[in-house]
């Protein structure tokens, strides 16, 4: 059963950087892809960041383009999202999830599962 764990989200004034970690159990990063979104109050969950499984290709939302960075550690099967020059808009609970097998349809929710419980990132003065 695939399973992940968020966490490092928290309070950041804007302009800040946080590290948001995803622990991974039932896969193999270097075998299925992954990604991170979000979901802000009243808002659809929206795709962020995704790396391919194999090739490690990352794709980006253009809202954070240059700003959040996609990386993973395999051997230790975590992900992690590198966040930089925070904007209040931001703010949302952020998820990791892999894509659904056999398919891969970057920053789409629908295509991907095994949803964490999510880690709350708040940018705020």
């Known amino acids: 059963q695939v399973q992940f764990v968020e966490s490092g989200g928290g309070l950041v004034q804007p302009g800040g950087s946080l590290t948001l970690s995803c622990a991974a159990s039932g896969l193999t990063l270097s075998g299925s892809a992954v990604g991170w979104f979000r979901q802000a109050p009243g808002k659809q969950r929206e795709g962020v960041a995704c790396?391919?499984?194999?090739?490690?290709?990352?794709v980006y939302a253009d809202s954070v383009k240059g700003r959040f960075t996609i990386s993973r550690d395999t051997f230790n099967k975590t992900l992690y999202l590198q966040m930089n020059s925070l904007k209040p808009e931001d703010t949302a609970v952020y998820y990791c999830?892999?894509?659904?097998?056999?398919?891969?349809?970057?920053?789409?929710?629908?295509?991907?599962?095994?949803w964490g419980q999510g880690t709350q990132v708040t940018v705020s003065s």
């Open positions: 790396i391919t499984s194999r090739a490690g290709t990352t």
């Open positions: 999830a892999t894509a659904l097998p056999g398919t891969y349809y970057p920053l789409d929710s629908s295509y991907f599962s095994s």
